[in-house]
């Protein structure tokens, strides 16, 4: 069984759906609102589990309903949260989400993520041994991510940095991680002086960039290739991202090259979509075996 570490956000998901989002100044009636898991790194972790993996989530969370709600959701989805911290000076993360014209808009409160501190993160680490691949994304401290990055490379141990939400990423960071997966409105920060084209040259088998229904770009080395997306009924696509990246860990951590790897993770992200909620529609390892047979 591969043995994955998430470090990341851990969040509560307020979700709207509305037929339309509301302009500036303006109110819409909307016609739902849930309360579900969330956060980029929560995600991770379920959508690992549900692949197969033997998951480690590290992270904080308030001491709140929503913080216990949290950690209670990781363990029902058999996550180990050994390494998940109560705090009491700061709430637990929020990400308020609308749902309206087939997409989503969001804006994360980070609460206790923003706890997340290197040390926190790398003594974490240290304590986990045996680790094939570290999962990682940006809704907590960037010099966390930072140091994450430099501390895994030094103990040869592969990184995903997904990078998201976006924000620039220092030249030792993007070096140190042994694998990215922007969006092209990441990548396009990540890379500012280069096209997506020299982007993906420079970066070959390593970059992997996610065009949404398009499917997934990168270069092999010698060309850019683009694995397709499988067609889906989308219901709604948060936590498409996530899952995304949790299949591709878990299928370069069984050693799958990265051509099977992608479509892997293609496969789980079209499945997820197809429910409401971002771990609403993340796949277990059958339903995504059975897809791809
Ligand atoms: O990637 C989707 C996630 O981003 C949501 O679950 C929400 O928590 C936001 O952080």
């Known amino acids: 069984m591969s043995e994955i570490c998430v470090i990341g956000s851990c969040s509560m998901d307020l979700v709207v759906t509305s037929e339309r989002r509301p302009k500036a100044g303006?109110?819409?009636?909307?016609?739902?609102?849930?309360?579900?898991?969330?956060?980029k790194g929560a995600n991770q972790a379920v959508a690992a589990s549900r692949l197969g993996a033997n998951v480690y989530m590290v992270g904080k969370a308030g001491n709140d309903s929503y913080g216990k709600a949290i950690i209670e959701n990781l363990k029902a989805n058999g996550?180990?949260?050994?390494?998940?911290?109560?705090?009491?000076h700061k709430k637990s993360g929020t990400a308020h989400i609308v749902l309206a014209e087939g997409d989503n808009s969001i804006v994360v409160?980070?609460?206790?993520?923003?706890?997340?501190?290197?040390?926190?993160a790398k003594s974490a680490l240290a304590k986990l041994p045996g680790i094939d691949i570290v999962l990682i994304q940006q809704e907590i401290p960037e010099e966390t991510v930072e140091e994450v990055c430099s501390y895994c490379r030094a103990q040869q141990i592969p990184v995903i940095l997904n990078p998201a939400p976006a924000r620039p990423l220092?030249?030792?960071t993007i070096e140190d991680a042994a694998y990215l997966t922007p969006n092209e409105h990441e990548a396009s920060i990540l890379f500012p002086d280069r096209t997506k084209e020299e982007a993906l040259a420079g970066y070959p088998g390593k970059l992997f960039i996610t065009e949404g229904k398009q499917g997934v770009r990168y270069s092999d080395g010698t060309?850019?290739?683009?694995?397709?997306?499988?067609?889906?009924e989308a219901v709604d696509t948060t936590?498409?991202?996530?899952?995304?990246?949790?299949?591709?860990?878990?299928?370069?951590?069984?050693?799958r090259d990265i051509e099977?790897?992608?479509l892997f993770a293609n496969r789980a992200a079209s499945l997820s979509v197809q429910h409401f909620g971002a771990q609403g529609g993340m796949p277990a390892r059958k339903e995504v075996e059975e897809l791809l047979s």
């Not at 303006?26 to 956060?39: A, C, I, N, R, S």
């Not at 996550?79 to 009491?88: F, L, P, R, S």
């Open 26 to 39: 303006e109110t819409v009636l909307g016609t739902d609102f849930q309360t579900v898991p969330g956060g």
């Open 79 to 88: 996550v180990n949260t050994d390494h998940m911290e109560t705090v009491t």
């Open 109 to 120: 409160v980070k609460g206790a993520n923003d706890d997340i501190s290197p040390d926190y």
């Open 170 to 172: 220092k030249q030792s």
């Open 223 to 232: 060309a850019e290739r683009l694995i397709p997306a499988f067609p889906a």
């Open 239 to 255: 936590g498409a991202g996530d899952t995304f990246n949790a299949a591709l860990a878990v299928a370069l951590a069984e050693g």
């Open 260 to 262: 099977q790897a992608l």
